[in-house]
């Protein structure tokens, strides 16, 4: 199933959101969830989405930086916590939930997480550069946190004034 992408201005996407309970883990609807969640970020030629990108509060992302050239570098990250972050880079990014929208954002060049996959089991990833900032963007997700947040207040104020003439037009739902 591929789902609608929830835009800026939903407030689900300001939402810190509730861990996945242990029971939920093995279950089919899990897995099922993890696999529409590509399939969405697929779709939308992504290379990280995050639960409330999708409406839900629960703490999963999924991220591939080969954006599904190879499936080694699928990432499934429920309940992730950062453990480390190394350097720092300033590159352009942009979200699902804010499309058209670009700006620099300052990250740390190397991030380690601790996350657990989708059957449960405790991983450890360290990932430099794009895979770096993956981690972090979808991770400030989970906690309601967008990249527009981590921008000047002056280019944040203008891609919302931005926003609110295309919603006025009708092209941003």
Not at 20 to 38: C, H, P, R, T, Y
């Amino acid at each position: 199933m591929i789902y609608k992408i929830v835009k800026y201005g939903n407030p689900v996407l300001e939402v810190v959101c509730e861990p996945v309970a242990d029971s939920e883990f093995g279950k089919s609807e899990l897995k099922q969830l993890v696999a529409d969640m590509f399939a969405t970020m697929y779709a939308a030629k992504g290379v990280g989405l995050a639960a409330p990108q999708i409406g839900l509060t629960k703490r999963i992302t999924v991220i591939d930086p080969s954006s599904g050239e190879d499936p080694l570098q699928r990432l499934v990250l429920i309940n992730p916590e950062i453990l480390s972050k190394e350097g720092s880079l300033s590159e352009e990014e942009g979200c699902l939930s804010i499309p058209g929208f670009r700006e620099p954002v300052n990250r740390a060049k190397k991030t380690t997480v601790r996350a657990k996959n989708e059957h449960g089991a405790w991983i450890e990833v360290t990932g430099e550069d794009l895979l770096s900032r993956a981690i972090q963007h979808e991770n400030d997700h989970l906690d309601g946190i967008l990249f527009i947040h981590r921008i000047s207040p002056l280019k944040r104020d203008i891609i919302r004034r931005k926003i609110r003439k295309l919603e006025k037009a009708g092209e941003w739902e």
